[in-house]
């Protein structure tokens, strides 16, 4: 078996806040394989956040020990981390945040522009990962002409167009309309089922029931980690609202 | 990312604001233009002298005679006639330093030419002082050596008097009357326009300085030997002042003053005179070509504000560019390179603007405007030095945020 694409032990972060110490996220140990689907909940200031930023290699843990892809990033100065998070990580975010000026493409290949690949690969690349979350023919759109769904999955296919190792989503539908919100559960699903690995970051247990596992914080420590059985299918969710529409019509 | 993602990313986010763009260049847009504009003035003001230098003759010295006192009153230089034609050719002969030494004399005389008249000044001359003044004949030519020798009636009609008494025909071959006495027009000379001091150079006519004395200016003053006065011209513009000392020396040597006498002659330097005025017009154009300068750095201020508001307003963009990889280096490059557009394109605009402005002074002020190159290209380069350098410090400012801090930050 693979080695675990998350290794962490002992993870500890602090921060000063005037003289007192705020351990935001207190000694946590825990491994994900590659392919899982985990939900990281908790409620606001239970650690979650500062959780994500570790993993979505943001910030370095003030101790411990965390192996991500097989590379210890815990030491890792900004411009390693930035590459790291660059080829491995994809990014998206409650607001999606696209650049406004730069169409749905450009925008998608922000990433590769980064990672340095050639302007023609680059396009190709970009065209590719918006056809894989179905928005191909929106390529040429600024995300003002989008609705919210579509700016979402503009967002997926940016954090897809390197073919990272690893989805990070922090409220991915904390946006969105609610049958929308399952709709994009449902693409995560779907590329879960490719073999990347999917963390979700959630306050939200509706969210949660997508995910094959959850882990639960409060107050800094992880208190639960828990596997769930048969997650919910969000593509079922979707049918059952669709039959429902139609019978109320 | 490339540098031409950068500069298409850079202009982008120009054009979202257009008019805080072509205000925050406009301080970039008014220096490069003024220095353009203010050069061009500079310029044209130094070839308007060199152009009346080169009128007079370059490298030019005139030897004047003293001064003399008549019941205590001084009579002013040119009263005391001390100055000889062998001093004269003395100064040509014995002084390295000159290369061309000509006596003159000069009076004023009617001038007959069939029904038409004329009252001018009549210079007696060598060929010699023709070529120290660099004032060659238009149409016919100068006199001999043999003309100046035998006192030949042979004389150079000015423009001036040309068009006064031979309005519309050829003068040369015909004959005039300077004072009653027949003389042969053989030439014209070159226009020269009007001294620094407004005198009408060609209002002038010349005869060879043996004929002038004898038969139009003699009497008392200018008799034998006597000369009015000596132009002289210097090998460079360098040994001119190595002219005037040798002049003085050798005068003073031939004159037999004693140590404790005063010059009887005075020399004057024209063209050092001009170099003079010339040299403080380029003082004054530097003088403002800086202070359009500093219109360039109050721009690159402005720019520098503006990339900080910038910085400031896109932190989330910063943190997302973060997050999906940019290292501090692409932020970095980033704001720099937009700094740098727009001081750039503030400068292009600058150079239009300062070339219209230039052309416009020249047409409403007919002032000669010249555009020099060099000063299109420093203070272009000046500008995007400005962008570079007023760039880095809110470049570096976006380059430093913390990617969490920028992502969250509303």
Request: glycine share 10%; charged share 20%; aromatic share 4%.
């Amino acid at each position: 078996m693979a080695a675990p694409i998350i290794e962490i032990a002992g993870l500890t972060r602090d921060y000063q806040v005037g003289a007192q110490t705020v351990h935001a996220l207190a000694d946590l140990t825990v491994s994900i394989e590659r392919g899982e689907f985990v939900a990281v909940m908790g409620p606001s200031g239970s650690g979650k956040s500062t959780c994500m930023h570790l993993l979505g290699c943001l910030d370095t843990p003030t101790a411990g020990r965390y192996v991500f892809d097989g590379v210890d990033v815990s030491r890792m100065n900004r411009d390693e981390l930035a590459h790291t998070r660059n080829r491995s990580i994809g990014f998206v975010f409650q607001a999606f945040n696209l650049l406004p000026r730069a169409t749905a493409l450009e925008n998608v290949e922000l990433p590769l522009m980064y990672g340095r690949t050639e302007p023609r690969e680059r396009h190709a690349k970009a065209a590719a990962a918006l056809a894989a979350v179905g928005l191909a023919e929106r390529a040429h759109h600024q995300p003002a002409q989008l609705s919210g769904g579509q700016m979402q999955r503009v967002a997926i296919a940016r954090a897809l167009v390197n073919e990272p190792a690893m989805l990070l989503a922090d409220e991915p539908t904390g946006a969105l309309d609610s049958r929308t919100g399952v709709e994009i559960m449902a693409l995560f699903q779907r590329l879960n089922e490719q073999g990347i690995t999917v963390i979700v970051v959630t306050h939200d247990a509706e969210v949660a029931r997508y995910a094959k596992r959850i882990l639960r914080f409060r107050d800094g420590h992880l208190v639960a980690d828990e596997r769930v059985a048969r997650p919910t299918r969000a593509i079922e969710v979707l049918a059952a609202l669709d039959a429902a529409r139609e019978s109320a019509a | 990312m490339t540098y031409l993602d950068c500069i298409r990313a850079a202009l982008r986010s120009l054009r979202v604001n257009v008019l805080r763009s072509v205000l925050t260049a406009l301080g970039i847009i008014i220096g490069v233009a003024a220095v353009i504009a203010m050069v061009a003035v500079g310029a044209g003001a130094e070839s308007r002298v060199q152009g009346v230098i080169q009128s007079l003759g370059s490298n030019l010295l005139v030897v004047l005679p003293g001064s003399t006192t008549s019941g205590g009153v001084r009579q002013g230089s040119g009263s005391l006639p001390t100055l000889t034609e062998s001093d004269a050719k003395a100064i040509g002969s014995d002084i390295p330093a000159v290369t061309l030494s000509a006596p003159t004399v000069r009076g004023t005389a009617q001038l007959i030419a069939g029904n038409l008249n004329w009252y001018t000044s009549v210079q007696g001359v060598t060929p010699a002082f023709l070529d120290v003044r660099e004032w060659p004949v238009a149409s016919g030519r100068v006199f001999t050596d043999n003309e100046t020798r035998a006192a030949a009636k042979v004389v150079l009609l000015g423009k001036t008097v040309v068009a006064n008494l031979f309005p519309g025909q050829d003068p040369v071959g015909q004959t005039i009357r300077i004072q009653r006495v027949p003389f042969e027009v053989i030439g014209v000379l070159d226009a020269k326009g009007q001294t620094p001091f407004g005198s009408d150079q060609d209002d002038t006519v010349m005869v060879p300085i043996s004929t002038a004395k004898l038969r139009l200016l003699g009497g008392r003053k200018l008799s034998g030997d006597l000369v009015g006065n000596i132009t002289v011209k210097a090998q460079s513009s360098e040994l001119v002042s190595e002219a005037e000392q040798g002049i003085k020396a050798l005068l003073r040597e031939r004159h037999r003053l004693r140590d404790n006498q005063p010059d009887d002659f005075s020399i004057r330097n024209l063209s050092q005179m001009l170099e003079a005025r010339a040299e403080s017009t380029r003082v004054m154009t530097i003088l403002l070509a800086s202070v359009a300068g500093v219109s360039l750095i109050v721009g690159g201020i402005g720019i520098m504000n503006i990339m900080l508001v910038s910085v400031t307003e896109r932190t989330r963009e910063i943190g997302l560019r973060m997050a999906i990889g940019a290292e501090s280096r692409d932020i970095m490059s980033q704001f720099v390179i937009e700094a740098v557009a727009l001081s750039l394109i503030g400068g292009l605009i600058g150079i239009v603007l300062g070339i219209g402005a230039s052309l416009a002074i020249a047409q409403l002020a007919d002032w000669p405007m010249l555009i020099q190159p060099e000063a299109v290209l420093i203070a272009v380069g000046f500008a995007g030095a400005v962008g570079v350098f007023f760039g880095f410090y809110p470049a570096r400012k976006a380059a430093q945020l913390d990617p969490i801090e920028a992502l969250r930050y509303e």
